[in-house]
């Protein structure tokens, strides 16, 4: 038993008693998007968390955030032990988790903040070796 599929003709679907084929379009960013707007609906946020690991880092830093009372003017901060901002970030979900990779820092002790609303929600301090 043999056929011969010719997609352009539509004679394979018609075979299968399909006479119409229409595949749906998904966009990655888009759907990834939908999925975590409609997760946070779902989702309240009972308190503000701040996670990193792994600490020490070493070649990238996972950071885990939620923020309760998210507005869209929050911010995602890394500071040296001097105070200077090395690395900075806007946050567009209220709960999320980055990669920041730190081949750009130097080894050493540095502190990341969260803020909301030019309020800092949340600190905490990680260690870098390389």
Do not use: H, W
């Amino acid at each position: 038993m043999s056929f011969e599929c010719r997609v352009a003709s539509n004679e394979f679907f018609r075979l299968n008693g399909i006479d119409t084929y229409q595949e749906p379009v998904y966009f990655p960013e888009e759907v990834e998007q939908e999925l975590r707007i409609a997760q946070y609906i779902e989702e309240e946020i009972s308190e503000d968390k701040l996670l990193l690991y792994p600490n020490p880092a070493d070649e990238y830093l996972t950071v885990d955030y939620a923020i309760t009372g998210f507005s869209g003017a929050s911010l995602l901060a890394i500071t040296n032990v001097n105070g200077q901002v090395v690395y900075q970030k806007e946050l567009n979900y209220p709960r999320d988790e980055l990669i920041i990779i730190t081949n750009n820092l130097a080894t050493g002790q540095y502190f990341c903040t969260i803020s909301n609303n030019s309020k800092t929600v949340k600190t905490e301090k990680f260690i870098l070796i390389k």
